[in-house]
């Protein structure tokens, strides 16, 4: 009876022996098919992925062959529309450079009719006591020396001169430097520059101003004598004036009036184009601007600077236009190249996404 127990217990031992390896081998299996249906799961979501991807390809291919044709048409039309723009610029360009160039015409035949009426008006005839001696409505001027002159006489003509000087400017459309009020034989004449400098003692520069005098001997002694004065110049934005007449006013003052004067006659001059031999001639100056205004000597110096100004015009307005069109361009090939890079780094990610699913 023992002896069957015994036999028993170690049958049951062996048994037990034998049936651990098939267990560890059955948990084994059961782990790995647990492991198995899960890779199935991955694969069958990566095939579902790599479908989606595929499918995303095409859309994109099909979106990047739509925007070539767009993009092609928008080429077409974006040259046909430069093209026609640059027609109408230059048909514009044409019409208004006509209307300019009739205009300019017929400002200056206005001129030359308004300028005619002044001499009508103020009279500039020669004296016949000397070459360059003129007289203005009747009245001899002298050229710049009124030593031995009628001072009332020298007033009055300075007065016509002031007068026909300040229409001249104002029907040339010329600003004077030194701006003058017209009182006949009482005129006046400002001088804003030299006031902005103030005197001596506030450094004004008076070598600055003799070295642009051409008749320094007289005129050097005159304004160093102004400048210096004390109290002369005042700090207002008017300008210190100074008197067209001798009769109560300083001599000095009174010739660097008429100094002053002759300066505005020379920037009429210069502004058409004429150049100034003497600036102490004052009436002989006059009358040859006023000769080459009516003559149309000086308009057709200006119509040749229309001319060049015209071209510069359409030039730049050309220059312009290309150049609006080469950024029009760059922006769109910027915007295509743009569009390109990210369709192209979405199918690097998309092919990516398929090998990893592969």
């Known amino acids: 009876m023992q002896r069957s127990r015994d036999d028993v217990i170690s049958n049951i031992g062996q048994i037990l022996e034998r049936e651990k390896n098939k267990l560890?081998?059955?948990?084994?299996?059961?782990?790995?098919?647990?492991h198995l249906s899960r890779y199935h799961a991955e694969i069958a979501d990566q095939s579902k992925a790599l479908e989606e991807d595929r499918r995303r390809i095409i859309t994109l291919r099909e979106n990047i062959r739509s925007r070539r044709v767009a993009m092609e048409e928008a080429r077409e039309r974006h040259q046909t529309g430069k093209e026609y723009l640059e027609m109408v610029v230059l048909n514009r360009i044409a019409v208004l450079s006509k209307t300019l160039s009739m205009t300019t015409s017929k400002i200056c035949t206005c001129?030359?009719?308004?300028?005619?009426?002044?001499?009508?008006?103020?009279?500039?005839?020669?004296?016949?006591?000397?070459?360059?001696?003129?007289?203005?409505?009747?009245?001899?001027?002298?050229?710049?020396?009124?030593?031995?002159?009628?001072?009332?006489?020298?007033?009055t003509a300075l007065g016509f001169t002031c007068h026909l000087i300040n229409m001249l400017a104002y029907y040339l459309g010329v600003p004077l430097r030194f701006p003058m009020t017209p009182m006949s034989s009482r005129s006046t004449i400002r001088d804003p520059i030299t006031?902005?400098?103030?005197?001596?003692?506030?450094?004004?520069?008076?070598?600055?101003?003799?070295?642009?005098?051409p008749f320094k001997n007289l005129l050097n002694w005159i304004i160093l004598n102004i400048v210096q004065l004390e109290g002369l110049f005042t700090n207002n934005q008017l300008g210190a004036l100074?008197?067209?007449?001798?009769k109560g006013a300083?001599?000095?003052?009174?010739?660097?009036?008429?100094?002053l004067l002759n300066k505005n006659i020379e920037q009429l001059?210069?502004?058409?184009?004429?150049?100034?031999?003497?600036?102490?001639?004052?009436?002989?100056?006059?009358?040859?601007?006023?000769?080459?205004?009516?003559?149309?000597?000086?308009?057709?110096?200006?119509?040749?600077?229309?001319?060049?100004?015209?071209?510069?015009?359409?030039?730049?307005?050309?220059?312009?236009?290309n150049i609006l069109f080469e950024e029009e361009e760059g922006e769109?090939?910027?915007?295509?190249?743009?569009?390109?890079?990210n369709t192209n780094e979405s199918l690097q990610k998309t092919s990516r996404g398929f090998k990893v699913g592969v």
Do not use: W
């Open 111 to 155: 001129q030359k009719e308004l300028v005619a009426d002044l001499l009508n008006i103020f009279p500039i005839e020669p004296t016949h006591t000397d070459t360059f001696s003129f007289k203005i409505l009747g009245v001899p001027l002298p050229n710049s020396v009124f030593t031995g002159c009628d001072d009332e006489q020298v007033a």
């Open 250 to 259: 300083d001599r000095y003052r009174f010739e660097y009036a008429v100094f």
């Open 269 to 321: 001059m210069n502004s058409q184009g004429i150049s100034v031999i003497d600036l102490r001639h004052t009436l002989p100056n006059l009358k040859y601007l006023i000769l080459s205004l009516v003559s149309g000597q000086s308009s057709s110096s200006h119509q040749r600077k229309l001319t060049s100004h015209n071209y510069t015009i359409s030039h730049t307005i050309a220059s312009t236009s």
């Open 332 to 341: 769109v090939s910027k915007s295509s190249n743009t569009s390109n890079k």
């Open 242 to 246: 100074f008197p067209l007449y001798v």
């Open 24 to 34: 560890v081998l059955q948990r084994e299996k059961s782990s790995r098919l647990l």
């Open 195 to 213: 006031a902005s400098l103030g005197d001596s003692r506030q450094g004004y520069n008076t070598e600055y101003v003799t070295c642009r005098i």
